[in-house]
Structures are given as C-alpha cells and as structure tokens.
C-alpha cells in the first residue's frame, strides 16, 4: 500500500465520501502565504519523520533553534499536511502561479522575480483567482506583500479582483517601514498611501490587524469571503519584533547565532499572526464554514534551515522549491478534510486556483490555459492526482551576453531591451540558464557546464542547507548524523533524482539510467516548445525609464515626497496588456499625450479614457486623467531583436 493509501486508511476514509458536501453553500476561503519559510523551520517538521525526512534523523537542535508554531502545528493537524508540494524558487513566480494557475514559463513572470522598478507586472492577459471567485460572488481582499507588477495601476489588487488591498507592493522593506505601503477599497481605485502613521507598525501585527478586521467587518454577509493574506514574515531584512510582544534574548537564549535567534522571534510573529486571524473568524462567525490554505511561497534562506534538503530559496534544488504547506477543511459539512492526515501526492502551486474554483463552484473559464489542477478530491478524500509533471524552470528565448565594465566581465542578456534602445541599461540575467522539471518520482535538473557568474538556477555543487550558527570556536551548531554528498553533473550538464527514494537529492542516476533521462529531456524539449521568455530579461534593465534615472514612486503620497510604491508616471516602457509586443531595432515605446481630462479616481479616468478616440491607456496623476496612444510597436513580428518565437505568445 502506497504512504497516502496507508494515512487515510488510518483514518477510516472512503473516496465515496462527498468532497463537497453541500455544493449549494460556498466556503470561506482563507489563502495564507509566509514569505521565505524555511522547510525545517516549521515545528511539525523539525526532529520529525517527514517525507524529506523518512528515517526521522534529528534536524536541529537547541543551539540551532527550535522554532515554536503550536498554531500553525495545530492547524496542520486539523487538515491534511501537503509533503509533495511545491512552488517555484522565488518570490514573484510563486505569487503569479497561484493568482493565474499557470507556470512562469507560461506567464513569463519567472524565473526571476518582478522588482519594483522594472517596468512590467503579470500580463494583462492574465486572470487571477481573486477576479474568478469575485465573479462567483466572493467577497475578495488582499492583505500583505504583492510583488506581481506596481508600474501600472491595473496591476495592482484592486484591479485585479481584489475589493480591497493593504500592503506593500514590492518584494521586500523593513518590518517597521510602512509609510509608502498602501491601502484601499473599491474595485479599479488606486489605493492611497498610508503615510507617516504607519512608520511604525511591525508588518506581522499591521497585516493581522487588517485581515481580522476584514473577519470581523463580514460577520453577518450573506457572501461568501475569499481572503488573501501574504505575510512578510520571514522574509529579510531580519528585524527584531516588538519586545513587548517578544523578547528574543529571553526567550531564545540558548540560540547561538544572534540573527538566527531573531528569525525565531519573526517565526513566533508570523504564527501568532496566524492564530489571530484565525480567532478573529471564529468571533465573527466564520471559522466553521472557512477553508484554510497555508503555503510557503519558497524555501528558506539566509538563516532560515530547509535541513535536510539541498539549496535554499532562488535555486531549483529541494530546498528551494519543496514547501511548507496544509489545507484545513471546514468544520461543517460544506468542504470537510479529515484530521490528521498527510498527502505524498504531487501537488504544485498552480493548483491552487482550480482548486478554489472547485470550492467556489465555479468553472476556471476565460482563463488562458491553466497548468494546474482541481486537488480538492486529492484533499478531502485522497483520490488519485491527475498531476504527473511540474516545471520548475523552462529557460528560452533568451542566452548571457558578457560586456565590460571597468575591465571585469558582467552578464546581461540576448533578449534585453538594451538590443533595442541603449539607453535601458543592462538586464539582469538571473535563471538564463539552469532547468529543472519533476516527472512522477523523477527529478531532472539541467545546469549550465562550466562556471556561470550571471546566476545559473540549477548551479552544480550545492550543498544541504543546515540551520544557521556557529560557536566562537568556528564549529557549527549543528552537525548532521549523516553525510552530505554533493552530487556530480552527468556531462557536465545533468542531474536526474529519483525524489521519492532520495528527497536529498544525493545519488544522480543520469549515468546509470540513460533512459529515463532521455525521457524526461524528451518531455522537456516537448514543453519547452510552449514556453515564453521571462520578462524580465526584457525588461529587468538597470534603468527603469532611459528619460530617467530611475522610475520614479507615485508623488500622491500627500505629504511632500515621493514615498509611495505605486505607478510610474511618465513612463515609456510600462506597457499594460503588451508584454510580449514585438520590438525592433530603433522603436521605443513612448506613448504620445492625445488628450487629458479632470478625473479623481482610476475607474473614472479609465471610462474616460474609454470614450475618448485614440486613447489606448491612461494616467492619473494630480486629479489629472492623461490620455495616451499608440506603443510604437510593428504589428508582425518582421525584424523582432527578440526573434519569431517571442511574438506570437
């Protein structure tokens, strides 16, 4: 019997059993992400069996830390546990994937991430989860970290399904810096900057503040409430929580390493976040009708511990891309999950959003074609997945291109705007190189041969990412019961891992099973054939407008500075809706002025801009609705710098 077949015969379920018990009554839906949560920082993994861990070897110890989350260890057990479950390696890509339920190598948002100044957000041609459950009849808010695009309004929450947003929209600040964060209601609204008043606030007290808030303002709806919360929490910088909350020093005295003891105090943040929330919908009356979705959005990093797996967050190892996550079903009969059991099926962060579409009632349509797939049947009553691949990264369209500076060679790449208008700057060629896709049990990883200063995603020689800390001496804190044995490329180039036997990725059998890995690089050829460029290494460039230094924050802050995350005015590449445009040597995508009219909201100067003849996108800026045409883009892809095949997508 295979390990889920064996779990949930323990519990005594039956795949007769309904899933959905009550089709007509729509669940809450609680999606809870953590930010740079380490694999073995989670208190039900740590010195625990787990499917990383199959022989149940210590994990960590005392001086290493061991990290305390009894609600988030509770919760779990109230669920199924997700030990297959994977996202992508960064923070961007894992977000695009459960909002649009499709690979990075399908919406070009991976494997890089989106940063705050680079022109481009998740295509326009996108639908998100949040615009799907809004259309079903959910309430749907946004709390937390965004990091899916800020250069045009109608890439930011509210434009995207979300009634409401609080929070910030790059990829990471301070815990105590949320004075450019913003906030807001209405669907099509800009949200306002917050301001001054929030200097102050830690992240992970402000952002469970705001969703118990939403909790307790729903008491009473008659809809159902879709609730996105994405916590910073434990994402860098490591900044001390509130003392008055928890002291670190008195707390975690027997943690080594200073920084390490803060991360502790961050995890003990983000699970009291948790089970307030948590609280704040069972006094408002939700709690027994909700499902709960938790999930990294990538592995640990830093001193963060994803032990005993290999690498951390930005790579295609283990310890990058295998997550921390459960689903906790309905304490009423509309969306049950038996407790306490555990789930080895394949599961990817695609699958969130066909999954809730199943919960929803509602079919995914509309959508461009989704990589993911309806679980619920996997979770509620542990029927077989229709999941047999994920791919992790797809590289094309793209290759590194050195240049000089000040003598030393640095990397940009072949598909960068720089091609096409020198005056972008260089593109950050990050995951240009470095495969890796999961087939069954099968793992194959593709570096790049030879050394790869522009970031390779699957570099060669990566070890397992122990917890963090070493005594004065220069020993390390904790020392494995095993050996780490790094394992080598095939040819310099391949890697192939059976997972389920070797979750540490130890033993390569691409030389000793040749065919299993010409199959697998059959399939992915096959799919690389559907993939896109990332965007980022089009438009990831040094300069994020070449009229300016740097693309500038939204100046509506109300206080006299440019401290505001949020739209850039003014300028020439954010292209809304035309990521994949096709761009030849010598055009720019300067959009002319054809117009202007006094507006006070985005959903007004958008009607405007929709009547007004020529007006193809629009800025608000200072009660001023700017019309603007035309990109200067050819309408075929004749002469396209970044070649046929990224045209048509």
Same mark, same amino acid.
């Given at each position: 019997?295979?390990?889920?077949?064996?779990?949930w015969?323990?519990?005594?379920?039956?795949?007769?059993?309904?899933?959905?018990?009550d089709?007509?009554?729509?669940?809450?839906?609680?999606?809870? &992400?953590?930010d +740079?949560?380490?694999?073995?920082? =989670?208190?039900?993994?740590q010195?625990q069996?787990?499917s990383?861990n199959?022989?149940?070897h210590?994990?960590?110890?005392?001086?290493?830390?061991?990290?305390?989350?009894?609600i988030?260890?509770?919760?779990?057990a109230?669920? &199924?546990?997700?030990?297959? !479950?994977?996202?992508?390696?960064?923070?961007?890509p894992?977000?695009?994937?459960?909002?649009?339920?499709?690979?990075?190598s399908?919406?070009?948002?991976?494997p890089?991430?989106?940063?705050?100044?680079?022109?481009?957000?998740?295509?326009?041609r $996108?639908?998100?989860?949040?615009?799907?459950? *809004?259309?079903?009849?959910?309430?749907?808010?946004?709390?937390?970290?965004?990091?899916?695009?800020?250069?045009d309004?109608?890439?930011?929450?509210?434009?995207?399904?979300? +009634?409401?947003?609080?929070g !910030?929209?790059?990829?990471?600040?301070?815990?105590?810096n949320?004075?450019?964060?913003?906030?807001?209601?209405? @669907?099509?609204?800009?949200?306002?900057?917050?301001?001054?008043?929030f200097?102050?606030?830690?992240?992970a007290?402000?952002?469970?503040?705001?969703?118990?808030?939403?909790?307790?303002?729903?008491?009473?709806?008659?809809?159902?409430?879709f609730?996105?919360?994405?916590?910073?929490?434990?994402?860098n910088?490591y900044?001390?929580?509130?003392?008055?909350i928890?002291?670190?020093?008195?707390?975690?005295?027997?943690?080594v +390493?200073y920084?390490?003891?803060? !991360?502790?105090?961050?995890?003990?943040?983000?699970?009291?976040?948790?089970?307030q929330? =948590?609280?704040?919908?069972?006094?408002?009356?939700?709690?027994? +009708?909700?499902?709960?979705?938790?999930?990294?959005?990538?592995?640990?990093?830093?001193?963060?511990?994803?032990?005993?797996?290999?690498?951390?967050k930005?790579?295609?190892?283990?310890?990058? &891309? *295998?997550a921390?996550?459960?689903?906790?079903?309905?304490?009423?009969?509309?969306a049950?999950?038996?407790p306490?059991?555990?789930?080895?099926?394949?599961?990817h962060?695609?699958?969130?959003?066909?999954?809730?579409?199943?919960?929803a009632g509602?079919?995914?349509?509309?959508?461009?074609?989704?990589?993911?797939?309806?679980?619920?049947?996997?979770?509620?009553?542990?029927?077989q997945?229709?999941?047999?691949?994920?791919?992790?990264? =797809?590289?094309?369209?793209?290759?590194?291109?050195?240049?000089?500076?000040?003598?030393?060679?640095?990397?940009?790449?072949?598909?960068c705007?720089?091609? &096409?208008?020198?005056?972008?700057?260089?593109?950050?060629?990050?995951?240009?190189?470095?495969?890796?896709?999961?087939k069954?049990a099968?793992?194959?990883?593709?570096?790049?041969p030879?050394?790869?200063?522009w970031?390779?995603?699957?570099?060669a020689?990566t070890?397992?990412?122990?917890?963090?800390?070493?005594?004065?001496?220069g020993?390390?804190v904790?020392t494995?019961?095993t050996?780490?044995?790094?394992? $080598?490329?095939?040819?310099?180039?391949?890697?192939?891992?059976?997972i389920?036997?070797?979750?540490?990725?130890?033993n390569?059998?691409?030389?000793?099973?040749?065919d *299993?890995?010409a199959?697998l690089?059959?399939?992915?050829?096959?799919?690389? @054939?559907?993939a896109?460029?990332?965007?980022?290494?089009?438009w990831?460039?040094?300069?994020?407008?070449?009229? *300016?230094?740097?693309?500038?924050?939204?100046?509506?802050?109300?206080?006299?500075?440019?401290?505001?995350e949020?739209?850039f005015?003014?300028?020439?590449?954010?292209?809304?809706?035309?990521?994949?445009?096709?761009?030849?040597?010598?055009?720019?995508?300067d959009?002319?002025?054809?117009?202007?009219?006094?507006?006070?909201?985005?959903?007004?100067?958008q009607a405007?801009c929709? @009547?007004?003849?020529?007006?193809?996108?629009?800025?608000?800026?200072?009660?001023?609705?700017k019309?603007?045409g035309?990109?200067?883009?050819l309408?075929?892809c004749?002469?396209c710098v970044?070649?046929?095949?990224a045209?048509?997508?």
């Open positions: 019997m295979t390990e889920i077949g064996r779990v015969a323990a519990v005594g379920v039956v795949t007769a059993v309904l899933a959905l018990a089709a007509a009554k729509q669940p809450h839906i609680l999606l809870i &992400v953590a +740079d949560y380490g694999y073995n920082d =989670v208190g039900y993994h010195n069996k787990s990383a199959p022989d149940g210590p994990t960590t110890n005392p001086a290493s830390g061991l990290l305390p989350t009894p988030i260890d509770e919760l779990a109230q669920g &199924v546990r997700l030990e297959n !479950y994977y996202v992508q390696p960064l923070c961007s894992t977000r695009a994937t459960i909002m649009t339920g499709r690979y990075p399908h919406t070009g948002v991976g890089d991430v989106i940063r705050i100044d680079w022109p481009y957000g998740v295509p326009g $996108e639908t998100f989860v949040s615009e799907l459950l *809004k259309k079903a009849g959910y309430a749907t808010h946004a709390v937390g970290k965004w990091h899916l695009g800020a250069c309004e109608r890439y930011l929450p509210n434009y995207r399904g979300f +009634d409401s947003f609080l !910030y929209l790059s990829g990471g600040q301070g815990y105590y949320q004075a450019g964060d913003r906030g807001g209601s209405g @669907a099509n609204t800009l949200p306002t900057c917050l301001g001054p008043a200097a102050n606030n830690y992240s007290v402000l952002f469970a503040d705001e969703a118990s808030r939403i909790a307790t303002a729903h008491a009473g709806s008659a809809a159902p409430l609730q996105y919360l994405a916590f910073q929490s434990v994402h910088p900044d001390v929580p509130p003392p008055e928890i002291n670190v020093n008195t707390t975690f005295p027997e943690i +390493d920084t390490r003891r803060i !991360y502790a105090g961050m995890v003990v943040m983000l699970d009291r976040g948790v089970g929330v =948590v609280q704040a919908y069972k006094d408002a009356g939700l709690w027994d +009708d909700t499902v709960l979705i938790f999930t990294a959005d990538n592995g640990g990093i830093g001193v963060g511990s994803n032990y005993p797996l290999r690498g951390a930005v790579l295609n190892w283990e310890g990058g &891309v *295998k921390v996550g459960f689903v906790r079903g309905t304490n009423s009969a509309i049950p999950i038996p306490n059991t555990v789930t080895t099926q394949l599961m962060s695609t699958d969130w959003l066909p999954t809730a579409c199943r919960l509602v079919t995914p349509s509309g959508t461009m074609p989704l990589d993911g797939f309806d679980q619920w049947d996997v979770l509620a009553s542990g029927a997945t229709k999941r047999e691949f994920i791919f992790h990264n =797809v590289p094309v369209g793209s290759k590194p291109v050195p240049y000089q500076v000040n003598g030393k060679t640095a990397y940009t790449t072949s598909a705007m720089s091609g &096409v208008d020198n005056r972008t700057g260089t593109c950050h060629p990050f995951g240009v190189t470095g495969g890796a896709m999961r069954g099968f793992k194959l990883l593709i570096t790049y030879g050394a790869h200063p970031e390779d995603s699957s570099p020689g070890a397992q990412y122990l917890p963090g800390g070493r005594y004065p001496n020993t390390t904790f494995p019961v050996n780490d044995t790094i394992p $080598e490329p095939y040819n310099g180039t391949y890697f192939v891992f059976n389920e036997k070797d979750p540490t990725e130890s390569n059998l691409a030389e000793s099973n040749p *299993k890995l199959e690089l059959k399939d992915y050829t096959t799919y690389a @054939a559907t896109v460029t990332d965007l980022s290494w089009r990831g460039f040094d300069h994020g407008d070449p009229a *300016k230094t740097h693309n500038p924050p939204c100046v509506d802050d109300g206080f006299g500075g440019n401290t505001c949020g739209p005015l003014g300028s020439h590449y954010c292209n809304y809706g035309g990521e994949f445009d096709c761009f030849v040597l010598g055009t720019t995508t959009s002319p002025d054809v117009g202007s009219q006094p507006a006070t909201t985005g959903a007004d100067c405007k929709a @009547a007004e003849a020529g007006c193809e996108w629009w800025v608000l800026e200072g009660g001023t609705c019309f603007k035309a990109h200067g883009v309408s075929d004749t002469g970044f070649g046929p095949a045209c048509p997508h």
